[in-house]
């Protein structure tokens, strides 16, 4: 079975800095996409960032320039540092992965349980 297990939150004040982790274990054939989404109380889960196998990312324009993911393909595990955090980024993130279990078994995300952040004003 697969796991993805965050570990990093906590609670700074806004213009801090925090980093997070996130490392994939299991039974696991390759990895594609890696990334991280949010979700604040009441709102929808949004993605944050996320990174290919190759290290092409793509950034939330609500963070861009703040925060940088990052991935160590031998060890299973994408990063994200977040600087100059602001009250709006107090959530829930949550790990996501594209992972195929096998050479011939479909590619299936799968989802963290979740780690929290929170920036106090």
Do not use: H
């Amino acid at each position: 079975q697969v796991q993805l297990v965050e570990s990093g939150g906590g609670l700074v004040q806004a213009g801090g800095s925090l980093g997070l982790s996130c490392a994939a274990s299991g039974s696991i054939f390759s990895i594609n996409y890696m990334g991280w989404y949010r979700q604040a109380p009441g709102k929808q889960r949004e993605l944050v960032a996320i990174v290919n196998s190759g290290g092409i990312t793509n950034y939330a324009e609500s963070v861009e320039g703040r925060v940088t993911i990052s991935r160590d393909n031998a060890k299973n595990t994408v990063y994200l540092r977040m600087n100059s955090l602001k009250p709006e980024d107090t959530g829930v993130y949550y790990c996501y992965a594209d992972i195929q279990r096998g050479s011939m078994w479909p590619v299936v995300g799968y989802w963290g349980q979740g780690t929290q952040v929170t920036v106090s004003s």
